[in-house]
């Protein structure tokens, strides 16, 4: 699993992250040890974006005390949720503001199960989109939606997509209603490079 680790301030995440380590994950950041707030590492020059390359499973923001504001080391939390990442909330959650946001809130003892969950559940921002766009491509090319659900898992390589209702279709059919989906899922996350598709 590659993690994405933010933390609120320089050192509050270094246990976590070698309890990441320690488990076989690979741990990777926005700023190095020591450095200032601004600018990441990508853009001084010292490295790609991680969620570029090598992509990231989940990304972890520690925070070290209460406080209803980001703080300027977890300018990453917003790229990862923009590029579709889940996120994993640790440390201190009083005054969280990124409570409506995460995938998991967890104290700090609980980081390493907490990515682990994240990435083994269905992803609920993909599986609503597939499962709507499953929906309208059935009504659409066979006049019913009749118990349509989609469940999508995420990790950095690939979506895994299992579509539930779409018995009885021909072949063709099913491949054009997989087709629609996958373009949903490819709008909503574009820079995941492959997506499966399977009926369920």
């Known amino acids: 699993?590659?993690?994405?680790?933010?933390?609120s301030e320089s050192g509050a995440a270094d246990a976590a992250i070698r309890n990441l380590e320690d488990g076989g994950h690979r741990v990777f950041r926005c700023h190095e040890p020591g450095a200032a707030a601004f600018p990441c590492r990508a853009l001084a020059g010292e490295g790609p974006c991680p969620l570029a390359d090598p992509g990231i499973d989940v990304a972890v923001t520690f925070r070290a005390h209460p406080d209803p504001q980001p703080s300027a080391r977890e300018d990453g939390v917003a790229c990862a949720l923009r590029a579709r990442v889940p996120l994993v909330v640790a440390g201190n959650d009083i005054l969280n503001p990124y409570d409506e946001w995460a995938a998991e809130v967890v104290p700090d003892d609980d980081v390493v199960g907490a990515c682990e969950r994240v990435l083994d559940a269905p992803s609920g921002d993909h599986s609503e989109v597939a499962t709507d766009a499953l929906g309208e491509a059935l009504q659409r090319r066979a006049g019913s939606t009749g118990d349509a659900d989609a469940l999508v898992w995420r990790?950095?390589?690939?979506?895994?997509?299992s579509l539930e209702g779409a018995e009885g279709l021909d072949d063709s059919v099913r491949g054009i209603v997989a087709a629609d989906v996958a373009a949903a899922l490819r709008a909503f996350d574009p820079v995941i490079p492959k997506i499966d598709i399977a009926f369920s």
């Open 1 to 7: 699993m590659d993690v994405l680790m933010l933390e």
């Open 155 to 161: 990790d950095h390589r690939r979506l895994r997509v």
